[in-house]
């Protein structure tokens, strides 16, 4: 019954900036945390940033994102966003968000411990 539905990715230049959304069904604070992951080609899916459900408190930011990337949440929209600033070539991936739902689980879970996905969003930074 979890759905996560992304939005907000697209074509930027280096230097620009995306602010992704992902729109959560179901009780949105009854969430435990929701993260962002993004996996390019021939790399393995990363995790990105992390938000606890419970307090809004941004818990991790993947060091390639640290300081230009902010994770919040909006609770009438029951929406999570991911700002990103200053984007890098590098930074071209499928942005996925995830929710962490079973009792117990945190900002500090294991990315299997994720039980539902988003399809994703294709973010792509070239001149």
């Known amino acids: 019954q979890v759905q996560l539905v992304e939005s907000g990715g697209g074509l930027v230049q280096p230097g620009g900036s995306l602010r992704l959304s992902c729109a959560a069904s179901?009780?949105?604070?009854?969430?435990?945390?929701i993260g962002w992951f993004r996996q390019a080609p021939w790399k393995e899916r990363e995790g990105v940033a992390c938000?606890?459900?419970?307090?809004?408190?941004?818990?991790y930011y993947a060091d390639s994102v640290k300081g230009r990337s902010t994770i919040s949440r909006d609770i009438a929209k029951n929406t999570v966003y991911l700002q990103m600033n200053s984007l890098k070539p590098e930074d071209t991936a499928v942005y996925s968000c995830?929710?962490?739902?079973?009792?117990?689980?945190?900002?500090?879970?294991?990315?299997?411990?994720?039980?539902?996905w988003g399809q994703g969003t294709q973010v792509t930074v070239s001149s």
């Open positions: 995830a929710a962490l739902v079973r009792e117990g689980t945190s900002c500090r879970s294991k990315i299997y411990e994720y039980e539902y």
């Open positions: 179901g009780f949105f604070l009854d969430y435990y945390a």
């Open positions: 938000i606890s459900m419970s307090d809004g408190s941004a818990y």
